[in-house]
């Protein structure tokens, strides 16, 4: 389907299978592991058993063609991979342990059953990664693009719970990995694919740039920092994770736990291919990691107490702290200038 | 929205509130009931608490402008309540309690504020008299129709909850309410749109049919009936809501029970105005309560020590037996001819 891949695959109507043969059919190999699954795909509704010790959590987000994906560019089971990817992090971001998920999907009918079979080959792929259930979901026609709509449900004890909410003063804000790849990730991806709609006979040149587009087109829950920390034994105080932009998360966090935050320039963690890639595209960096989006890194506030459990964990890094409310939310530049961060994001580094 | 409505609705941008402002405000006269509702909207994840005794049901289906609605003859206020209503009674086919709902939809900027308001004036309302809690959702979006995701939660004790699997050779099958009017109901919408299109000066002609119209545009769980059954005593062996059509729900439950089904034409309920309004449309009304659909009522079988707590409750009609697989599954008509019900439906009465 994409332009980027050879396209070789053969070509089955869904309407030879319909759409009980297809959920059939695409939902066959998909095995449940956790032990709460009583019963997963076939019947109205799928049977859980609740751990008795936790509570639940449940998120849910849709992907639309054209908005959220562009198939000229998104390999069906990167999509795929990507829906169940970005529902997890939803759980992690609550420090919880996601254990069952639903997928439904609008197609239309230019699809081929094999095209639906690429994308939950991504679904299974992430599924087996994460250890989640598909559980159950719904498919169905569409009139234009295609649509996928994934819940994820997971689970925690009460006490582990980091809401967004809880930040005190004079917490440290913390985030995992690096900002901005995925960003940019995604202006590799358009740059090619105008490049392709003026020239169809130019090969796409993605080369030298697979760990941004592996960001955009891959990305992975933070599931296993969500292990570290219970490891260490630290709760956040807060946490929401990056999808719409680190500013934007922070104005969340800040709004919800009623506090100010503070974050500075020189602590914002970016891959060296990251910086490199801003310079070529002539973009700058820190732009890209504040506003970016898409990073599903885990944003969090720790208690100071926390400090030594993380200092030294390349995992980790701490980017500020919390402060009174009546600071305001600020982004210090290296040149010790204070900016106020706003709902449009920081945009005096807009190019 | 709808050609049979007054337009008056004022016009505000989705883009003055943006995706979290327009969040906040269709969520916020949103009150959960549940006691398993810890958290509902507004973090990562939605925080719930599972009943000690029971088990939880959850299910999903996703209705697509174009495919399974149609705006111009839809109001917002009853598709919103109709993406509720047919969640719920997956719930109710398996047995059990809906609590909870999460609500996703990918809007048209065409859209104004005032028609997303219209949808969730539906979904409360629904919620309502469902009593669910809408628990979470996603708010996106999208360059051609609206798509609405609705998951439901749910809740039965373990020992309670209805399978498609479970039927019984010598079982009665039991149909609630009646068939066919939902289907009708659409006849004529389609019918108005039509003359309507043809000439736009010509105000649509609804009514006298406010029973199938209501059954089409606004179909009710029969979470009642549920608490009927409770009542009585009766578990059922196995339950489908009949949301495909009688005769596509009759080969599910064969299908998984691993038996036959026979159902007799004299038996199927249907109302009088079903039969005046499919004659009117010269449509045969057998035919329209097999193959129609969009009923949702519960289609279920039960032991025969049970006959005599239904028999004389006119919401619940038994309308035929459970057989021995090797009988097939069979259509007895008036004159005592017998037709196998294929995957198809039962295309002899088709006119």
Redesign the interface.
């Known amino acids: 389907m994409s332009i980027f891949e050879d396209n070789k695959l053969q070509s089955t109507s869904i309407s030879e299978l319909g759409e009980f043969g297809l959920i059939d059919h695409i939902t066959k190999d998909f095995k449940s592991k956790n032990k709460t699954t009583?019963?997963a795909v076939?019947?109205?509704?799928?049977?859980?058993?609740?751990a008795?010790d936790k509570?639940?959590?449940?998120?849910?987000?849709?992907l639309?063609?054209?908005?959220?994906f562009d198939l000229s560019y998104v390999p069906l089971k990167h999509l795929g991979y990507k829906s169940v990817s970005v529902n997890v992090s939803?759980?992690c971001?609550?420090n919880?342990k996601a254990t069952?998920i639903?997928v439904?999907?609008?197609i239309s009918n230019r699809f081929p059953v094999e095209a639906v079979e690429e994308l939950y080959s991504g679904i299974k792929s992430a599924c087996e990664k994460f250890n989640v259930d598909l559980?159950?979901?719904?498919t169905?026609?569409?009139?234009?693009?295609l649509?996928i709509?994934v819940?994820?449900?997971?689970e925690a004890k009460e006490e582990k719970?980091s809401?967004?909410?809880g930040a005190k003063v004079n917490d440290l804000l913390v985030v995992t990995g690096d900002l901005g790849a995925a960003y940019l990730g995604l202006q590799i991806l358009k740059r090619e694919k105008d490049i392709f709609l003026a020239n169809p006979g130019v090969q796409p040149d993605l080369q030298g740039n697979d760990y941004s587009l592996q960001r955009q087109l891959k990305p992975e829950a933070r599931v296993n920092l969500i292990e570290v920390l219970e490891e260490l034994e630290i709760k956040p105080t807060s946490?929401?994770?990056v999808s719409d932009g680190l500013t934007s998360e922070i104005l969340h966090l800040s709004k919800?736990s009623d506090v100010g935050i503070t974050i500075y320039e020189d602590k914002i963690p970016i891959d060296h291919t990251t910086m490199n890639l801003a310079k070529d595209l002539n973009l700058n960096p820190i732009f890209c990691a504040l506003n970016g989006g898409e990073d599903y890194e885990l944003l969090f506030t720790i208690g100071q107490e926390h400090y030594d459990k993380l200092k030294k964990d390349v995992d980790f890094t701490i980017i500020g702290h919390v402060t009174d409310k009546s600071e305001g939310n600020n982004f210090i530049t290296n040149d010790s200038a204070s900016h106020p961060i706003t709902a449009q994001g920081w945009d005096a580094l807009k190019k």
Do not use: F, N, P
Request: negative net charge.
């Open positions: 009583v019963k076939g019947d109205d509704a799928a049977v859980l058993k609740s008795l509570l639940q959590l449940i998120s849910t987000d849709m639309v063609e054209g908005v959220h939803d759980i971001a609550m919880g069952q639903t439904s999907i609008a559980i159950g979901g719904d169905t026609s569409s009139v234009s693009g649509v709509s819940t994820v449900i997971g719970i809401y967004r909410c946490m929401i994770d919800c």
